[in-house]
């Protein structure tokens, strides 16, 4: 027998299949999509059989495989399809697109591996004619319920009649594997569906078209129930669900949520779980005892049969499409392709869907179903706009005199308040009154933060860190002040403005502790705190009664960011946490601060108007020739010495002109972080509606520049940031 093997070792050059033999004692273990060791030049390597063949076409002296390292395949035909879809779709390597998959306990195998842990259990044996005793009699006892019970169990009675029942064979060990999650069991909690929500399930289970859904409703429509339902109908019918939240932030939540519901049959895999339980977790996937599937971008990949539901929350969030790595996949497109694969529906659910999403929808590519009201008919939260222009000529707080004072209104009357500010750490940058010099970092094109707590200037890209200078390095005055607002002043600010109020913030810094944003949550909806205050993490999913008002203390951060999107994301981002507010029986209120009070991402924000807002962005998008009337690609060169790399940048530009026709092709230009980790980076950006030498054009350039050591080319398809 010989089989065809792909090494796991992501490089260009071998990525392709090795034959290998199988030797005799072997051949039994072998199927397609299970993991083997082999001798590859000096080194023994793992990777995956993708063929079973009784010959190899190439040379005469084919090495052996080493060992068969699972019992089970690992990947199955459909995830092994999957992965040749995405290379595809991404142009990575295709060892890359099945490591994805893929815990990092399955990745190539590195001498500490996590392990499976065990419980002993025993069962019982024959007794015949041995004598018991009354203590070991007791311990026999305890079988007449359970033909297993726990070693700990019966050593609570006697441990030395368990070990000499054990010697004698009459309890006979059984090892039973310990998962590290442990889930509560079911309890069925849920409520009878409101008329539009029953009204979209059953959208969904009469789509005989077998399109792709999405599900707009506004914040607080109910969306997580008609998920439920949907995934509870699927699991009637014997089949399996997966729904994607975008972050960990969003999950303590819904995972509580859905473990009411539907008890062990979840599996719940996010970026918190140790190594150890992403690996528990994924086993209890492949070996269908988990039916349902909720995880943050990967958990796309769970490894379920029968798959009949795949939900998408949150569809618009950057988080689901893979940028800093390769295979930079969408998860959206490989739900589709696994929708596709197992003609099962998808819902992508978002209040406010991404514009690309929306189009499709408009031009009957998807099925649009709506979620116009909250649920109960609750109204949304009543919007205001303070103008910091007008508020700094009278005031230079962090808050306006409006915001100041419902909060202190809110608190009053013992309710609680969310705050919003897009920037962690003290203050945004550290600059010279004397000269204008700004403190960045040394590895990167990025000015440095200042974290007043641990009295640092630090990199948010590197995490290069430095201490608070106060002389400036170029003109050596006794003048570097910081300016601009990060979470770490606004908190300080609202302890000299509400002694005895308890503020709660919530950013990476704070949270980066295993279990501390659970912990957090519980500790907010408990109403131990009055404010909570964050950035983004804050915005999303959360669902506390009590909170009646959102303040964001500055709209204007991610309005600024040199992205054709930011004005998508901004709208996104204040009507997300604007949904926060007001989500029970009290009525919710929002303000937002801003020095851009009349932009359109904030008026539409203010009248809940996502169909005004769409319209707006989408005649701009169309002048400006960018999605969805355009495809993106954005190439990425990057190396050590940029004259190498600008130098490569204009040939590239001058070959990709001679191939492409109808293709706007933009830059070589300076990355917008030109330098980053000491590595400098150009970008070319292509344009285009249709290009049909596209793709041939690209893999040429890939394979061109494979094995250049100077210069590294990565191609993303689509991408969401620049
Ligand atoms: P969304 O996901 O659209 O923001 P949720 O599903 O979180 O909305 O629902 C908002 C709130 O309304 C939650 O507290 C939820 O428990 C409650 N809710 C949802 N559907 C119903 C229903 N049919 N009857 C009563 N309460 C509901
Ligand atoms: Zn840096």
């Not at 949904?579 to 991402?601: C, D, L, M």
Request: glycine share 6%.
């Amino acid at each position: 027998m010989v089989v065809g093997v792909l090494i796991q070792l992501s490089h260009k050059n071998i990525d392709k299949i090795f034959d290998y033999k199988v030797p005799s004692r072997l051949e039994s273990k072998i199927k397609i999509g299970i993991r083997v060791e082999v001798p590859f030049g000096y080194q023994k390597l793992e990777g995956f059989v993708l063929e079973i063949k009784g010959q190899s076409s190439y040379a005469v002296n084919l090495k052996q495989i080493i060992e068969v390292v699972d019992e089970e395949i690992v990947l199955n035909k459909e995830l092994l399809d999957l992965g040749k879809f995405i290379k595809k779709q991404t142009l990575s390597t295709l060892i890359s697109c099945y490591q994805v998959m893929l815990p990092k306990a399955l990745k190539a195998r590195r001498g500490s591996s996590v392990s499976k842990k065990y419980d002993i259990y025993y069962r019982l044996g024959e007794i015949g004619e041995y004598k018991l005793n009354t203590k070991q009699q007791e311990v026999i006892n305890l079988f007449t319920q359970d033909d297993l019970v726990s070693r700990k169990r019966l050593l609570l009675v006697s441990a030395s009649s368990v070990k000499t029942l054990e010697q004698k064979g009459i309890l006979i060990p059984e090892k039973k594997e310990h998962y590290r999650l442990c889930y509560n069991s079911e309890n069925c909690l849920k409520y009878s569906l409101t008329d539009e929500q029953k009204q979209v399930v059953n959208q969904v289970l009469e789509n005989k078209e077998e399109k792709v859904s999405l599900l707009w409703g506004v914040t607080g429509s109910g969306k997580t129930e008609v998920y439920m339902e949907l995934i509870e109908n699927t699991l009637k019918k014997g089949k399996t669900s997966i729904m994607l939240v975008p972050e960990i932030s969003l999950t303590p939540q819904m995972v509580e949520r859905f473990e009411k519901r539907f008890g062990n049959k979840i599996a719940a895999i996010h970026s918190a779980l140790s190594e150890g339980e992403r690996y528990d977790e994924w086993r209890r996937i492949h070996r269908g005892e988990a039916k349902i599937v909720i995880g943050a971008r990967s958990a796309i990949f769970a490894p379920l049969n029968d798959l009949g539901m795949i939900i998408i929350d949150e569809e618009h969030s950057d988080s689901y499409k893979q940028e800093d790595s390769s295979p930079r996949y969408s998860a959206i497109d490989v739900a589709r392709e696994r929708g596709r694969y197992n003609k099962c529906p998808v819902i992508l659910g978002s209040a406010t869907p991404s514009l690309e999403s929306f189009a499709r929808a408009q031009k009957g590519f998807y099925q649009l179903l709506m979620l116009p009201h909250r649920v109960n008919k609750k109204s949304l939260p009543s919007v205001e706009i303070v103008d910091m222009n007008e508020e700094y000529k009278k005031n230079v707080g962090l808050f306006s005199k409006k915001l100041f004072d419902k909060i202190s209104e809110k608190i009053e009357k013992k309710e609680q308040v969310i705050l919003l500010l897009n920037r962690r750490g003290y203050s945004s940058f550290v600059t010279c009154k004397n000269c204008g010099y700004t403190v960045k970092c040394p590895h990167c094109d990025i000015t440095l933060t200042y974290h007043k707590h641990a009295s640092m200037l630090r990199c948010h890209y590197c995490g290069y860190a430095t201490n608070l200078k106060v002389i400036c390095p170029e003109c050596h005055e006794n003048s570097l002040t910081n300016l601009g607002i990060g979470t770490e002043k606004v908190e300080e600010e609202l302890h000299k403005l509400f002694p005895n109020t308890a503020v709660l913030r919530m950013d990476v810094d704070t949270t980066s502790r295993k279990g501390m944003h659970k912990k957090m949550i519980e500790d907010f909806r408990n109403q131990k705190y009055s404010i909570l205050l964050g950035t983004q993490i804050v915005a999303k999913g959360l669902d506390f009664e009590n909170v009646t008002l959102v303040g964001v203390i500055n709209a204007d951060t991610s309005l600024n960011i040199p992205d054709f999107r930011s004005s998508e994301n901004t709208f996104s981002l204040l009507s997300q946490v604007a949904g926060r507010s007001g989500r029970s029986e009290k009525v919710g209120e929002v303000v937002i601060q801003t020095f851009n009070p009349s932009h359109y991402a904030i008026s539409f924000v203010k009248k809940h108007d996502y169909i005004g807002f769409y319209k707006q962005e989408m005649t701009i998008r169309k002048t400006m020739k960018y999605p969805p009337y355009y495809y993106l690609v954005y190439i990425r060169l990057s190396g050590k010495d940029y004259s190498i790399i600008e130098k490569e940048a204009q040939k590239i530009k001058k070959s990709l002109e001679r191939y492409l026709e109808q293709t706007i092709i933009l830059g070589p230009s300076p990355a917008s972080i030109f330098k980053l980790n000491d590595v400098y980076r150009y970008s070319i950006i292509l344009k285009y509606k249709k290009e049909s030498n596209l793709y041939l054009a690209l893999i040429k350039m890939d394979e061109h520049y494979k094995n250049n050591k100077d210069i590294k080319v990565e191609i993303n398809f689509n991408p969401i940031h620049f």
